[in-house]
């Protein structure tokens, strides 16, 4: 299982609160808690809420691959309307299978 390091506001956003109820919810589960060289506490994730972190990541991705597809389809849609849709008449396309025009 990876090593999965938060700060507290990042803990917040993982479970739906702010940063005093994430720091109260480290305490209290407890999670291990270190001090960065940047100053921020940061907290370590037991599995289940790596589990939770990795399954918010995932959702994440797939969310912004289906935005980038829907994107793309719309904008195939677009070009295609911008184009004229040129269909043979049946009686061209009779004509030419016959081999007369």
Not at 8 to 20: G, H, P, S, T, V
Not at 27 to 45: E, F, M, N, W, Y
Not at 56 to 84: D, F, G, K, T, V
């Amino acid at each position: 299982m990876p090593q999965i390091w938060l700060t507290y506001n990042e803990l917040a956003a993982l479970i739906d609160c702010d940063a005093a109820e994430a720091c109260g919810t480290a305490a209290a589960i407890p999670l291990d808690r270190r001090k960065s060289r940047d100053g921020l506490t940061r907290v370590k994730l037991d599995a289940a809420l790596t589990e939770l972190f990795l399954d918010a990541a995932l959702r994440q991705r797939a969310e912004q691959e289906i935005a980038a597809c829907a994107s793309n389809l719309r904008a195939m849609h677009e070009r295609m309307a911008r184009r004229p849709l040129t269909l043979p008449t049946p009686h061209a396309a009779a004509a030419s299978s016959t081999g007369r025009g």
